[in-house]
């Protein structure tokens, strides 16, 4: 089921990103992508993913909604995403206020979909927001600190390499969006046709720097938020 639901969602970015063959061949031997043939939550996060990008790229608001509310079931990189829209709407939005009406309906669709994990964990555990608890258990240890040097991961090979590649992905990220708020705000030049790329750009930016901060330094597992 998430071979099927990997490669269908992928097959809807190629055709409506308008992907050549080689940008499409190139996507599809990043080796993170073993996770979404594995029974983790991947392939679903994934579809949602492809959900608002469809969304955005014709206009179907309600796309965006069901997305977000699969986003926010699925995985908790979903906190990462609702700041990466909200940025888009403010920067990029042509109508600040329009823009502000949809980030709060996004909003709602979230908190929706919390509720409804949270209901279903509390009934299989009795508490509430157990997830949160979980974060700090000694496995992952998840907590708000500064990141140590040097930074580390995991494993060697091949999980080193992919890490520090997601993560300089996610440097580059803040240096082509900061160009752009430099031209948006400085030199007037405004580019909304490119929503879907600024809305990933942010993503990637945020996401890594939530690793860096919560991980203090261990960047363990990016590529599987990033690539």
């Not at 980030?103 to 979909?113: E, P, Q, R």
């Not at 258990?137 to 580390?152: H, I």
């Not at 900061?178 to 990637?204: H, M, P, V, W």
Request: charged share 10%.
């Amino acid at each position: 089921f998430n071979a099927f639901l990997f490669l269908f969602s992928q097959s809807v970015v190629f055709s409506l990103l308008k992907l050549k063959i080689r940008q499409g061949i190139i996507l599809m031997v990043m080796p993170s992508l073993i996770f979404m043939f594995l029974p983790y939550t991947e392939s679903l996060f994934y579809f949602s993913l492809t959900l608002i990008i469809v969304g955005i790229k014709k206009d179907k608001f309600s796309f965006v909604l069901v997305g977000f509310l699969i986003a926010s079931m699925t995985r908790p990189a979903y906190s990462i995403l609702f700041p990466a829209y909200l940025l888009c709407q403010i920067i990029i939005g042509k109508s600040f206020i329009h823009g502000v009406k949809k980030t709060l309906l996004v909003f709602l669709v979230l908190g929706l979909g919390v509720l409804i994990v949270n209901y279903i964990q509390f009934i299989d555990t009795g508490t509430w927001f157990g997830f949160i608890k979980a974060q700090s258990n000694p496995a992952w240890d998840n907590k708000l600190g500064v990141p140590s040097l040097p930074l580390t991961t995991w494993a060697d090979f091949p999980a080193k390499p992919i890490d520090a590649f997601s993560l300089m992905l996610g440097a580059f990220s803040f240096i082509i969006l900061l160009q752009y708020i430099r031209n948006r705000y400085t030199n007037g030049i405004f580019d909304s046709n490119n929503e879907i790329a600024y809305f990933s750009l942010f993503y990637i930016l945020g996401i890594s720097i939530a690793v860096l901060l919560f991980r203090e330094g261990v960047v363990y597992s990016l590529n599987r938020f990033v690539l």
